[in-house]
């Protein structure tokens, strides 16, 4: 059975990630099986940044943001050369197989190791839920929690002063924290890449909003990557009556303390993937689907179609 292992956070941090470093080092030695922390991702363990973990050394952690590990992004993990000097580095220390916590980047990166002869198991850790193979990522669940949070305020002084917030949350490609705050938050208009963003048309909706409905404010909520929302907003306060004002929510949706879902959602994943290293099993990575934690092959996961959120919006246009 397996000896030694790894652990590391990869990509953007999120928060939870240390509940699931906790879960993996602690049901790992209580298993018998030694664990060593590898800090800044793959680059670290190109480096050799890689110490040993303690019970004592993850305590007082479930409850802290970002990551005790550190995270970092090495585009040159790509390269076999890079990667040969790491597995190099693991050899040396005896340590056989690896817990990778990160995003569908860093899942790549786990599937070539493990082609290479160091079993590892993805868990997924990133505030954008964009791992179609599982219904929720760690980190998503606060990260929604907080841009609702913000939402809620933005309202209060939207309302006060006739106007429409426009705010831009995270999530990457991916509509979620857009759609689920959108409902949770009651906003007026949501604009993803499901939806596709149609600026006249959204002007004529906020027109609307203000002139027909007699609204005294108005949400907007888009995701990243998708328009200038400063530029957006002025047109706002030129095309329509309300005044527009945009926030970009940014980092801050990256942090903060874990959600309890958060946590638990960290710690089952944590469980799981210890379990498959001492199966012996690798190139597999973690899911929640239904409530169970179950796994998927890496391969299969990256490929996956991503799930359409069309009764998400369906609903979130019945609400309107
Ligand atoms: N095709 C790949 N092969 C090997 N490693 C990869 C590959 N793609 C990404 N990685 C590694 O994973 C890291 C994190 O990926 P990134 O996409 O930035 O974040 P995330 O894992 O959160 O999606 C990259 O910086 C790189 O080190
Ligand atoms: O921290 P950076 O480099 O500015 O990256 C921002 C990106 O990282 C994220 O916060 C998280 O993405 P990953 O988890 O895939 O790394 C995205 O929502 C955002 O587009
Ligand atoms: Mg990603």
Redesign the pocket.
């Known amino acids: 059975m397996v000896k030694r292992i790894g652990v590391l956070t990869s990509?953007?941090?999120?928060p939870g990630m240390n509940a699931a470093i906790r879960a993996v080092t602690r049901v790992a030695l209580n298993s018998g099986i030694e664990v060593f922390g590898i800090y800044n991702g793959y680059k670290g363990m190109v480096e050799g940044d890689i110490e040993p973990l303690t019970k004592a050394s993850v305590g007082e952690i479930i409850d802290r943001g970002g990551t005790i590990l550190g995270s970092a992004?090495l585009p040159e993990f790509k390269d076999l050369e890079v990667r040969t000097k790491a597995v190099a580095q693991l050899q040396k220390r005896g340590i056989e197989a690896i817990v990778v916590i990160?995003?569908?980047?860093?899942y790549r990166g786990a599937l070539a190791l493990t082609e290479m002869g160091i079993n590892c198991i993805g868990l997924p850790?990133?505030?954008?839920n964009?791992i179609t193979c599982t219904d929720f990522t760690i980190?998503f669940d606060t990260a929604l929690n907080t841009i609702v949070e913000a939402v809620d305020k933005l309202r209060d002084t939207s309302s006060s002063h006739h106007r429409c917030s426009i705010v831009e949350v995270?999530?990457?490609r991916c509509g979620d924290?857009a759609i689920y705050s959108g409902i949770a938050c009651g906003a007026e208009i949501i604009v993803t890449s499901q939806t596709g963003f149609e600026e006249s048309e959204v002007l004529e909706r906020l027109r609307d909003l203000d002139l027909i409905k007699k609204k005294r404010q108005a949400i907007v909520i888009i995701s990243?990557?998708i328009t200038d929302v400063h530029q957006f907003a002025k047109k706002v306060s030129l095309h329509t009556g309300f005044s527009g004002r945009a926030t970009v929510l940014g980092?801050v949706?990256?942090g903060g303390s874990p959600t309890p879902n958060d946590r638990v959602l960290a710690s089952r994943m944590g469980e799981k993937a210890v379990d498959l290293l001492m199966q012996g099993i690798g190139g597999q990575c973690i899911s929640i689907r239904n409530n169970e934690i179950i796994s998927v092959p890496i391969e299969e996961a990256l490929n996956m179609p991503r799930d359409s959120r069309k009764k998400l919006h369906n609903l979130f246009d019945r609400l309107v």
């Open positions: 990509g953007g941090d999120a992004r990160g995003g569908d980047g860093s850790g990133t505030i954008d964009d980190g995270m999530g990457n924290l990243e990557k980092h949706q990256r």
